[in-house]
């Protein structure tokens, strides 16, 4: 009766519990005793629950595994993967020879924690992943690198034993000492020159290590000292900026050169930039929209209204008095 009316009230009541319940002295007592064996009766419900619901995702967690298992011991697959592999690595041989070299600085781990040498080298990896199987790669050198460092345990704990055959060089001399000094470009967000084109005859070095951590202008200040030429990437020449700093990712920086490379074309190139930091790409001077984009900000944030209302009016009809003569 009490269960019809809603109370908390067990479904089950063994023996022991029905004369422990008959010989509670009150009625009250008697209500506190079925709602802890409905509690308990609850709890063991909902265990009981949870392990089916366990048992279940094991289940498709293993069917998973055992179709995934069979793809790959299917032959096709395997001599498919083998194949591309070699493909991948002879693609890379043939840059050490012939391939275009891209450096990157390895001398900015005192300037990083652990946690950014790490951030860093994985995406050290992943560029060297999109190099290997692009049609013409990068012959990639590491330089400033040492022996026993963070960079270095790091890419170990990636590679563990392919480190060593890694199809890149890797010295621990500077790309002064590798390269002349006039074929060399730093590229850098803070070189107030902006890169135009894309040469193939020189040799582009890109800091490894993560903007945020770096003080700005380190960079800069290190290619300076060493007498090199620096540049930037026209962002602002092809892309409408919303937010952030310019700094990009280095797998992302690995991308946009190797678009650059084979197609020449800065807008496919600048796709790799993601799309939260622009608006769009531009086709008007930057000048124009930039402050298009400030008057609606402006007039959204309803900051002189009325001032920015009269000096939109007077250029507008400044224009049009132009277009008319």
């Known amino acids: 009766m009490w269960r019809l009316a809603g109370r908390a009230v067990p479904e089950n009541m063994s023996e ?9 002295p009150s009625k009250s007592a008697k209500k506190k005793y079925l709602k802890f064996l409905y509690l308990k009766e609850l709890h063991k419900k909902n265990d009981k629950r949870k392990m089916e619901e366990k048992r279940e995702r094991k289940l498709e967690a293993q069917e998973k595994t055992s179709k995934t298992e069979e793809t790959k011991k299917s032959p096709f697959v395997c001599l498919w993967a083998s194949t591309m592999d070699k ?5 890379a041989a043939q840059s050490m020879i012939f391939g275009q070299p891209l450096v ?10 652990a946690r950014e040498v790490a951030n860093t080298v994985k995406q050290l990896v992943m560029g060297e992943g999109c190099n290997r199987r692009s049609l013409d790669p990068f012959h990639i050198h590491f330089c400033n690198f040492k022996d026993e460092s963070l960079y270095h345990r790091e890419f170990l704990k990636h590679y563990r034993e392919a480190w ?3 199809l ?9 000492e590798v390269f002349p000094k006039d074929k060399l470009i730093y590229l850098t967000a803070d070189s107030p020159k902006v890169m135009k084109t894309f040469d193939h005859d020189k040799i582009y070095i890109v800091g490894s290590m ?8 380190l960079s ?9 030429e620096t540049a930037a990437l026209p962002l602002e020449k092809y892309l409408l900026w919303n937010t952030g700093a310019k700094n990009l990712t280095l797998d992302q920086m690995m991308h946009i050169l190797l678009t650059l490379k084979d197609t020449a074309d800065w807008k496919k190139a600048l796709e790799f930039v993601p799309k939260r930091k622009y608006c769009g790409f531009v086709n008007k001077p930057v000048s124009e929209l930039k402050k298009t984009l400030d008057l609606m900000n402006t007039l959204k944030l309803g900051k002189r209204q009325q001032e920015v209302q009269k000096k939109f009016a007077k250029n ?8 008319q003569k």
């Open 220 to 228: 800069l200040a290190r290619a300076k000292r060493l007498g090199l």
């Open 16 to 24: 022991e519990q029905l004369k422990t319940f008959m010989e509670r």
């Open 168 to 176: 890149i060089t890797v010295t621990d001399q500077c790309y002064t």
């Open 210 to 217: 993560v903007d945020r951590s770096i003080k700005r202008g």
């Open 104 to 113: 990157f600085d390895m001398s900015f781990e005192n300037e990083m924690s």
């Open 316 to 323: 507008y009809s400044k224009k049009y008095i132009l277009k």
């Open 87 to 91: 493909a991948y690595n002879w693609r």
């Open 164 to 166: 060593s055959k890694l």
